[in-house]
């Protein structure tokens, strides 16, 4: 069995709201070192048997990720 | 998960931890002599030993589990039940088709059509996880009318927080109503009102009430029974996991000491997209004939759901726990009869009808498993890897639990409380006193405006609201060619609770009613949620006693029923007590919602007419509370009789077209209630006060409300007909509220009205981390 | 006219679709996201509402329906498709139309009554409105910024595929103020108000949104 | 400046209806070898100067995760 992690980010040009509104809060509680905040969604998936890497990169790029606004960063490890 | 084997029972002796075994029935009976944790369990001595007796031997670790869930305050009404039966002892009434007791009592509206309702707390949760916890809570309330048969229609949350500048309260409260939204919203069910308070005393336990209603065809009636021997027990809805057990992890604990047991979370997470399916999978199987019995799962889980379901029937129940869908493997049979977690139900289908009803679940998406059956004999039992693990009579676990007559005795502070008139305080006087307390009113945040959290509920959906928050009561049409709709209002004024639990619990009824006739409804039943502090405490038992015997005199005043609710105890913050606001839900019916009257002012030139009475009564107030920080004195004269002459006038008003708007006086007095009408749609008014302006202003006497009508005279003669005094105040129109010297303009009153909240919650940064990962609700 | 109006697991908004394509003056017809079949129905709306409650991303799950082929290919040759909310996420996942819509920027769930600038009346599904009209139909969501890439955007303006755009106020923080979108031909439109929750006095803001339902009826006579 | 990657989970006992939709999602598609994903979220935090690691931590601890059902990762990179 096989762990696959997807990390989905927005890409550099589309705003995050969500992001801002995270470095907003840090800001009021003091934190003022942290300088930017980027959110995305993080993805664990098991795979039976060998995973194919084509099969999965293509799953993250047209399903776990919108292709329109998003990029995504594929980690394999085999345990 | 830390543990991979796990054991479930609590012998005390070292090799049984070397050597975990099941405890079933027979060892139960051969080792009448294992401690077992019962204490920390929740159970008392005594309990204990009535289950020993009840048993003829010591329970199984599952029985255990199960009788102390059951048995639990929140389960068995222990405190309560005596004090509830008042409302059983109400004198029939030919509206209610289905009674106290059930899931939610049913009332016949008409044409056909019966209506379900029942409002529930979810405050503890709510506290632990805001945005789970109230999500939870409309999903339980939801399930509960799905029980019935009843396609659920609305709902509607009544919410009491802590100071609203207190940092606690901008964690709790954007998650609780974010909740509320995402549950509620992802269901497609339209929030049609409910209630936004702010107190200290709910610092460290906020309120969160949900109330959902639901329609349904008079044949549609389902009870939760199980009858028929062979017949066959099906659970169905989402996987069972670990959620709400923390409590009977002890169980797993007693003999896990090496390396701990695995936490089981106390927090369900709530799945809306599931309920979804499930409620169109459940309509369509009631529609199909395929049940004969149906329970929804809440609190205390399978225990709760099985032995109710035994024990509403006939004869007895076998279930065989292997064939429960597991979301975790680990779990011991204990605590799969104990888990909480949600979007699941359970129904008693005839074995010939299982397969149409697994097809109709497949076609959802809804996962089912048969898990029982329904056996001759009296006894559930249940089964787990082959083992007997339990074998109870099902009415002691579920209906026959401890009844507690606890003390009670009247606060002590009460009469201090009581003589501590608010007449001592200083009043406004004069033109700019007045304004000023007018301004802290209406933007303090009980009086502010609401809609930063009600624009986060969909009032839409479904197409059918025809009045929603901010009106005095939700409207719901539920026939498109006959118009008939039904109205709820849901009010729960704590203050005058605290200062006299008897007259607060009708003053609440009295305020809901008065809420639901002046949209012009007749008035055809009661719901309630009673929240208090612990009732091991005599005083705060007192307290319960005097609101149940309050709103049950009060029901039986008005001659409506009492059709279902729910206690929840033990609200308190440290030793401190809430002030108890026992929550009341009144329904009422439309026959024609095409003529519901609502609060805003539309036109100008129309007259503006006071109806009923003011005294000058401040116990309790708003004003009081808001300008003085002051709660004391008596509360507000209860006048039903007056109350009932009002809704008469109101529906008579609203049948003849004769008030193009109608607003109760509640909480804020006259001062709150002009704001709103006024703000609605921007139309203002010259008027006149009558007598001395203050009292006129910020009273909260009962049995008013303000109409706007474009024919005074006939408004008059309707009211005189009834009993009911007019005050004329003025004409509608302008940009301001022109009261002679007094005049407010409607931009400074907005300005004041809608900042409040936004000021509080509104930056996004207050959002962060309400919405937990994996529960984004959206669309 | 016989218009669907497609069902997906968690779909809400179809009742209120389908109402107003009757109160419009057409025939609607129920179709199930499972199906292979259009039943030959004149156009298509795909309602609001949580379609697989909006997990993973508003719209992504549904937009791969077994259903949602045909939609795509029929669309392509030109049938009328109308996304409302959810049903324009999902036009916008299975790419028929431009862009996307994500969390609202000020992070909350919101309803209100909202203005609309009509700034096309020669689309399928608006030709009942006058172009620079102002409509007020509900918006309900949380995931309705609508975005693309800034290149992307521009063009979209210049190909005048702004149908509706939001006036006195933005209620999610979408680029450019867009509520709606058409596909080029003008039989595809997407936007995130609730048209279908403004067709009767008595539950709406306004009968604004009924001009959605009488126009697809138009354009079909005439085609 | 350093980056710092913050990977916010579900714990493994909460249920993730999310990561349920996806799974059937793809069984659907024919994806078949997937056997379990689950979906979390993924922040990408830019620091200024030396990141403090107990101050991180606490903030994705506090901020970025709920305790009560999440749990959280950390990843410093300095550039
Ligand atoms: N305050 C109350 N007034 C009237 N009925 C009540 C009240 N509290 C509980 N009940 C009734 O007691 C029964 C059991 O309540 P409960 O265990 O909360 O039901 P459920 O598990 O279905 O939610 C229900 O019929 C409920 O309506
Ligand atoms: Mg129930």
Same mark, same amino acid.
């Given at each position: ?79 | ?779 | ?51 697989? !409650?909006? *997990?993973?991303? @508003?719209? $992504?799950?549904?937009? %791969? ?5 045909? /939609? #795509?290919? =029929? ?68 995931? !309705?910024? *609508?975005?693309? @890439?800034? $290149?992307?955007?521009? %063009? ?5 595929? /702004? #149908?509706? =755009? ?58």
């Amino acid at each position: 069995m096989s762990r696959v992690v997807v990390d989905v980010v927005l890409k550099p040009e589309i705003s995050d709201p969500q992001g801002q509104a995270v470095l907003g809060a840090l800001g009021r509680l003091g934190h003022r070192g942290v300088t930017s905040v980027r959110q995305g969604k993080h993805f664990v998936l098991e795979v039976d048997g060998d995973p194919d890497e084509a099969e999965l990169r293509e799953i993250a790029e047209t399903l776990l990720a919108n292709p329109v606004i998003e990029d995504v960063e594929l980690h394999l490890s085999t345990d | 998960m830390t543990a991979t084997h796990r054991v479930d029972d609590g012998p005390a002796d070292h090799a049984a931890r070397v050597l975990p075994q099941l405890d079933t029935v027979d060892r139960a009976a051969a080792r009448p002599d294992d401690e077992q944790p019962f204490a920390e369990l929740g159970l008392k001595d005594d309990e204990y030993a009535r289950i020993r007796e009840i048993l003829g031997r010591r329970p199984t670790t599952a029985e255990l589990a199960m009788y102390s869930v059951m048995w639990s305050e929140h389960c068995s009404y222990k405190s309560s039940k005596v004090h509830l039966r008042r409302f059983g002892d109400l004198p029939p009434s030919d509206a209610l088709l289905v009674g106290i007791g059930e899931n939610a009592g049913v009332v016949d509206v008409g044409d056909g059509y019966a209506v379900t309702f029942k409002v529930e707390s979810h405050n503890h949760p709510s506290y632990v996880e805001p945005y789970q916890g109230a999500a939870t809570g409309v999903g339980g309330i939801v399930r509960d009318i799905l029980t019935m048969g009843a396609r659920p229609i609305a709902v509607m949350d009544s919410l009491r927080f802590g100071r609203a500048d207190a940092p606690d309260t901008a964690r709790v409260l954007p998650g609780v109503v974010a909740g509320v939204g995402g549950y509620g919203n992802c269901l497609g069910l339209p929030n049609i009102g409910g209630e936004l308070l702010f107190d200290d005393c709910y610092a460290g336990n906020p309120l969160v009430n949900a109330l959902c209603v639901g329609v349904m065809r008079h044949e549609d009636v389902r009870l939760a029974k199980a009858e028929g021997v062979g017949n066959k027990v099906v659970l169905f809805g989402a996987r069972t996991g670990g959620d709400g057990i923390g409590g009977v992890s002890v169980l797993a604990s007693e003999t896990f000491d090496a390396e701990g047991p695995a936490k089981r979370p106390a927090v369900q997470v709530g799945d809306p997209f599931t309920e979804k399916l499930l409620i169109e999978a459940c309509l369509e199987i009631v529609a199909a004939d395929l049940v004969t019995g149906i329970q929804d799962l809440g609190g205390a889980g399978l225990s709760c759901a099985t032995s109710e379901l035994a024990s509403a029937g006939t004869g007895g129940m076998h279930v065989d726990l292997d064939a429960v869908p597991l979301r975790d493997s680990t779990l011991t049979p204990a605590e799969i009869l104990m888990s909480e977690s949600q979007e699941r139900m359970c129904a008693i289908v005839e074995p010939d009808k299982v397969d149409a009803f697994l097809a109709v679940c497949r076609r959802w998406d809804v996962l089912a498993a048969v898990i029982g059956e329904v056996t001759d004999g009296d006894r559930l039992t249940v089964d787990w890897h082959g083992e007997r693990i339990v074998d109870v009579p099902p009415r002691t676990v579920a209906h026959e639990g401890p009844v507690y007559e606890r003390p009670m005795s009247r606060p002590a502070d009460l009469d201090a409380l009581q003589a501590d008139d608010p007449s001592r305080l200083p009043a406004p006087a004069g033109p700019d006193e007045l304004r000023a307390a007018w301004l802290a009113v209406v933007s303090s945040p009980d009086g502010a405006d609401k809609s930063w959290v009600t624009e986060q509920y969909d009032r839409y959906v479904r197409g059918n609201t025809v009045l929603a928050q901010p009106e005095d009561a939700g409207v719901v049409r539920i026939d498109e060619d006959s118009h008939r709709g039904i109205a709820l209002a849901l009010d729960g004024n704590a203050r005058f609770a605290r200062l006299d639990p008897y007259t607060g619990a009708q003053l609440n009824l009295s305020e809901a009613y008065r809420n639901v006739a002046v949209s012009g409804a007749v008035p055809l039943a009661v719901t309630n949620c009673l929240n208090f502090g612990s009732p091991e405490e005599p005083e705060v038992m007192w307290q319960f006693a005097e609101a149940v015997r309050g709103l049950a005199d009060g029901c039986r005043e008005l001659g409506l029923p009492v059709t279902g609710g729910n206690v929840s105890l033990y609200n308190q913050t440290g030793d401190v007590p809430i002030n108890p606001p026992p929550v009341i839900g009144v329904l009422g019916v439309h026959a024609d919602v095409r003529r519901r009257v609502p609060t805003g002012w539309r036109a100008d030139g129309e007259s503006v007419l006071l109806l009923g009475e003011t005294r000058g009564e401040l116990g309790g107030s708003a004003w009081a509370a808001v300008v003085h920080g002051h709660l004391g004195g008596r509360p507000p004269v209860l006048d039903l009789g007056a109350e009932r002459a009002l809704g008469e006038l109101m529906v008579t008003l609203a049948a003849d077209g004769l008030v193009s708007s109608a607003h109760d006086l509640a909480d804020g007095g006259l001062a709150q209630a002009l704001t709103e009408s006024a703000l609605r749609y921007g139309v203002g008014a010259t008027l006149a006060l009558p007598g001395d302006p203050f009292t006129a202003l910020f009273s909260e006497s009962v049995a008013r409300a303000v109409v706007t009508t474009a024919d005074a005279a006939a408004v008059r003669a309707a009211a005189e007909r009834v009993g009911v005094p007019v005050t004329e105040l003025g004409t509608t129109g302008g940009p301001a509220l022109a009261l002679g010297d007094l005049e407010l303009s409607l931009e400074e009153l907005r300005a004041a009205w809608s900042a409040t909240l936004p000021a509080l919650f509104g930056s996004p940064a207050v959002a962060v981390g309400t919405v937990p990962a994996g529960t984004v609700p959206t669309s | 006219m016989r218009i669907g109006v497609i069902t997906f697991p968690g779909s809400l908004d179809d009742v209120d679709a389908a109402r107003a394509v009757r109160l419009a003056g057409g025939e609607p017809v129920a179709l199930w996201h499972g199906d292979h079949d259009l039943e030959d129905v004149d156009a298509v709306v795909l309602p609001g509402g949580f379609s697989y !409650g909006d *997990y993973l991303r @508003a719209g $992504a799950i549904a937009a %791969r329906a077994p259903l949602m082929r045909e /939609v #795509v290919d =029929r669309a392509r040759q030109g049938l009328p498709v109308l996304g409302i909310c959810n049903g324009f996420q999902v036009l916008c996942e299975a790419g028929l139309l431009p862009g996307a819509l994500t969390r609202n920027s000020h992070l909350h769930f919101r309803n209100r009554d909202q203005g609309l600038l009509v700034e096309r009346a020669d689309t399928a599904w608006t030709s009942s409105y006058t172009t620079g009209q102002t409509i007020v139909v509900p918006v309900k969501n949380g995931e !309705g910024r *609508y975005v693309a @890439a800034p $290149a992307d955007l521009d %063009r979209i303006e210049g190909e005048g595929r /702004v #149908v509706v =755009r939001y006036v006195g106020g933005n209620p999610n923080g979408s680029s450019r103020d867009i509520a709606g979108v058409t596909s080029a031909d003008g039989r595809i439109v997407g936007l995130m108000p609730h048209p279908e929750h403004a067709v009767e006095d008595l539950t709406g803001p306004s009968t604004d949104g009924l001009g959605f339902f009488t126009s697809v009826l138009t354009a079909l006579v005439a085609a």
